[in-house]
């Protein structure tokens, strides 16, 4: 089991373990109402693990040799993680890139790289004897905590925007989540959520503020690192909204650094949609925060935030990798998904589309080159969002059961892309 403690992420202050604690007393005294949060803790492991034999990434007692809890037996009874690195060949001929990888997260119980962050969240609560779990989302963290507590039994509450795609709100009800539809935004969810967790006693899993949220998902970062040793990857592509897989997989990547498997944590290239780019504004114009972006809107409902609450964290991070981010249009979010299906065979939602167009746009700046070894992060499934891929096709026409009318409908085709 890996012993850990609590680091501040602005004054570095270490703080003993408290599940009411989850920021830093003296730097959250800096709080503004609507900002990012101040003061958010990281988990730093003092232990220096094992690594983990083949196939063997997603095994509780791996997790727990890497991941801050007490007992392999705390995890829900759900193999989360352990997704391929695909070595793509048809795309890597498209794009011109001999190492290019995608890193398939689809394959998570929820479908979603959240599930991460949930598995361990709930571990955390069950040591905490914590039977409540509760969680704003813009719909895949929320999906993810329900998925796993199905299989913990624990009670999972979530906040989530009303707008939230219909495929996630059908899921996370069967999986039997008290579901809270909240009309307002995301950044709205969020602040009733914290507010529902301090009236009612419930365990806190908000992204961001809750320090197991950043540290859970950082096992993809641990994954990518084990899958493509002895190389290493030199840019790593993520899709941002409130900058906690960013986070999270930034400090993945140190951990394999500080334990000796990696040289150095890849270039972090940040995707942000136009609608919803607070963080690529800051890392453009070498702000330490955010300045929020009121009425944020993009197809990639996963990505956008107001405000992203990890700000902070993310951009310092980002920056110490030697990183970057772009925007992307929804116009080419939309057409990235079918392109990189039809291409590789993983079908992403819009967010999860996202780090290939991303990889695009950054193609044309020149901040990545075609010969590096760059990794595409697919965060979350197709089958959470079909309307939006839906969109960016063509009508579907039936066809006479004839086989005229087959050939007449062949002679029509393009192959795709
Ligand atoms: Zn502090």
Sequence with gaps: MARFELVCTECGRVLAEDPELLVCPECSRFQESGGSVRGLLAVRILDRPELPGPGRMADPETLAAVLPVASAASFALLPVGGGPLLPVPRLREAQGMPRLWVKDDTRNPSGSTKDRASLLVAARAMEYGRETIATASTGNAATALAAVCAASGQRAVVFVPESAPPAKLVQMRALGAVVLPVRGSYDQAFELCGRACQAFGWYNRNTAVNPFTTEGKKTLALEVGWQLAPEAPDVVVVPAGDGVITSGVAGGFADLVAWGHLAAVPRLLVVQPEGSSALVRALESGAADVTPVPGAASVADS???????????????????GGAGVTVGDGAIRAAIGRLASLTGVFPEPAAAAPLAGLERALELGLVEREER???????????????????????????PDLAAVERRLAGLHRHP
Excluded: N, Y
């Design 374 to 400: 760059v990794v595409l992060l697919i965060t979350g499934t197709g089958l959470k969002d079909p309307a939006a891929a839906e969109s960016a096709m063509p009508p579907l026409e039936s066809i006479e």
């Design 303 to 321: 990505l956008v935030v107001e405000v992203p609450r990890a700000a902070r964290l993310a951009l310092a991070r980002v920056r110490a990798s």
